[in-house]
T-cell receptor, first 113, second 114 residues
Framework: KAGVTQTPRYLIKTRGQQVTLSCSPI?????VSWYQQTPGQGLQFLFE???????NKGNFPGRFSGRQFSNSRSEMNVSTLELGDSALYLC????????????FGDGTRLSIL | DQQVKQNSPSLSVQEGRISILNCDYT??????FLWYKKYPAEGPTFLIS?????DKNEDGRFTVFLNKSAKHLSLHIVPSQPGDSAVYFC?????????????FGKGTKLSVIP
């Protein structure tokens, strides 16, 4: 069974640009969550989508947005990039109902110059 | 404020011995707890979970214990193997709308010495 796939693996951008990250969940999983990992703050929840609807949102500015498509694939967009947005962005999927663990992809390493 | 705390940044254990990783939480609304293992340049890998209706869950060499009154959980690895060397994260979630929002601890780096 294929795992969670995130593309691209690495990305370099400059301040002020915008970026779109992609996530393909495990087949059959309808929930996709996004997390940001930085050395200082650790792993922090960004948002979660289920059946194309955002169900939950973390404490991040509106520059961070996402969406989910009918095939459960998800994208995350960050606009007006800042140096502090440099981080590992992780996507996780789960069936979306009941107490089921989230399974993570290997992440996209975003570096802002 | 940190709602999930892993107070030991690192732990060294001899191969074959027991590794015990600890985690404390403050939010009484958390009712589902998970442990993940992470190698460098990879995403976290799910290890084991426990819901608040249980106090113990086992899966092979891994056992998680939950003490709700103390708001404390621990992961036991027996016997420890060199391949277990990684960073271990404790995570928690609540019910309802918060079910899919994991709150993570800062991690404990486990080194298993051959």
């Amino acid at each position: 069974k294929a795992g969670v796939t995130q593309t691209p693996r690495y990305l370099i951008k400059t301040r002020g640009q915008q970026v779109t990250l992609s996530c393909s969940p495990i087949s059959g999983h309808r929930s996709v969550s996004w997390y940001q990992q930085t050395p200082g703050q650790g792993l922090q929840f960004l948002f979660e989508y289920f059946s194309e609807t955002q169900r939950n949102k973390g404490n991040f500015p509106g520059r961070f947005s996402g969406r989910q498509f009918s095939n459960s694939r998800s994208e995350m967009n960050v606009s007006t990039l800042e140096l502090g947005d440099s981080a590992l962005y992780l996507c996780a999927s789960s069936p979306g109902d009941g107490y089921q663990p989230q399974h993570f992809g290997d992440g996209t390493r975003l570096s802002i110059l | 404020d940190q709602q999930v705390k892993q107070n030991s940044p690192s732990l060294s254990v001899q191969e074959g011995r027991i590794s015990i990783l600890n985690c404390d939480y403050t939010n009484s609304m958390f009712d589902y707890f998970l442990w993940y293992k992470k190698y460098p340049a990879e995403g976290p890998t799910f290890l084991i979970s426990i819901s608040s209706i249980k106090d113990k869950n086992e899966d092979g060499r891994f056992t998680v214990f939950l003490n709700k009154s103390a708001k404390h959980l621990s992961l036991h690895i027996v016997p420890s193997q060199p391949g277990d060397s990684a960073v271990y994260f404790c995570a928690a979630s609540g019910s309802g709308a918060g079910s899919y929002q994991l709150t993570f601890g800062k991690g404990t780096k486990l080194s298993v010495i051959p």
